[in-house]
């Protein structure tokens, strides 16, 4: 573990227009994409981070944007990372949580790639800022050679805080010189940034050539685990959905579960706590072919991922249309129900879908 040095810079303004509730706009003239937002609940609202960079030009920057339950920020800054080498790192993935018993407001991890660097050119980063925005520490971890092999950090997907908020997950997929692509799961202590654990797993048959990208990662109520979700796959075969149980004090890997059929492509892309069930809600989507169009896929399990029922949405507005969802979550309503919401993409527009 190194550290990276951080520059913030204070965005001067935004621009807004009303919606049905609201709806801003953040950002200057760059290229500017969100990878991940939360509700905020120290001070109530919301935080949203992402990537950025000069038009047609590789992104340079980290965005931070923390508002009130209005959108208007309290702060909306831009931040630089560089290796001790002096030179920019391209950041990917930012994902961002709010600390909940430090001094600290918010934690920031994502990938980062260094070209400055031998091999491997690419890490995970993890900085923390107080609650103006302020940068107060910066991590950053690379997967070290194992057998020989060079790992490069291909995607960093999602963070999760133990039940204590004193440690965080971090999951992604890590690929070698033999394009294999493994999930790996990073359990830090947030306030130091020291690692506790860290562990690549391989769990796909056939082993070699063979694809396993995480997409989410929970810390389960239920047992001392964690759990991730994603996709498989091997040259000449069809996506899979995977649910896999990860040992929260070890790191050591349960038995993986696999969904689909020799005839669908199958992906996991969000987990949630199913309280109804005992067990999780799943989000992804799943398609007759690997091109699109895909439609929306929703999965109940038990708490050791065993199916309870899936069910398969086409947006009516669209039939046929390309529909993926991308986050899940389960709310016990006024009346006294369990509910579930899809935030998903059909192909045009944003769309909520609410179940009971």
């Known amino acids: 573990m190194k550290k990276l040095f951080i520059i913030a810079i204070a965005l001067c303004g935004f621009s807004s227009v009303q919606a049905q509730y609201f709806e801003h706009l953040y950002g200057r003239q760059f290229d500017d994409a969100l990878s991940d937002g939360k509700n905020?609940?120290?001070?109530?609202?919301?935080?949203?981070a992402g990537e950025g960079g000069a038009v047609a030009m590789p992104l340079s920057i980290i965005t931070l944007t923390h508002t009130d339950i209005t959108g208007v920020p309290y702060f909306n800054h831009e931040y630089e990372l560089y290796s001790s080498t002096g030179v920019t790192v391209s950041p990917g993935g930012t994902k961002v949580f709010e600390y909940p018993n430090s001094s600290a407001a918010f934690g920031v991890v994502g990938r980062f790639y260094d070209p400055s660097m031998g091999a491997p050119y690419s890490g995970i980063y993890y900085f923390t800022v107080d609650a103006a925005g302020n940068p107060i520490n910066a991590y950053e971890y690379r997967i070290q050679p194992i057998g020989g092999m060079t790992w490069e950090v291909y995607t960093v997907?999602?963070?999760?805080?133990?039940?204590?908020?004193n440690e965080a997950y971090i999951t992604g997929s890590a690929q070698n010189a033999w394009t294999d692509a493994y999930v790996f799961v990073l359990k830090i202590d947030i306030a130091s940034g020291g690692i506790i654990w860290g562990n690549l797993y391989d769990f796909v048959t056939p082993s070699a050539p063979a694809f396993a990208l995480a997409e989410d990662i929970i810390e389960s109520p239920f047992s001392p685990e964690v759990m991730v979700v994603g996709t498989v796959y091997s040259p000449g075969l069809t996506q899979d959905a995977f649910f896999l149980p990860v040992d929260a004090n070890s790191g050591a890997a349960g038995t993986a579960v696999t969904y689909g059929t020799s005839s669908t492509w199958d992906y996991f892309s969000s987990i949630s706590v199913a309280n109804q069930v005992g067990g999780f809600v799943i989000g992804g989507y799943i398609s007759s072919s690997v091109s699109p169009p895909f439609d929306f896929w929703l999965n109940l399990v038990d708490a050791a991922g065993n199916s309870i029922w899936a069910n398969q949405y086409?947006?009516?507005?669209?039939?046929?249309?390309?529909?993926?969802?991308?986050?899940?979550?389960?709310?016990?309503?006024?009346?006294?129900?369990?509910e579930y919401y899809m935030g998903a993409l059909p192909i045009t527009g944003l769309w909520v879908h609410q179940m009971h």
């Open 157 to 165: 997907t999602s963070v999760a805080l133990s039940a204590s908020g």
């Open 40 to 48: 905020t609940v120290n001070t109530p609202g919301f935080v949203i």
């Open 314 to 338: 086409d947006y009516s507005f669209n039939p046929g249309g390309d529909e993926r969802c991308y986050d899940v979550i389960e709310r016990f309503n006024t009346s006294g129900k369990y």
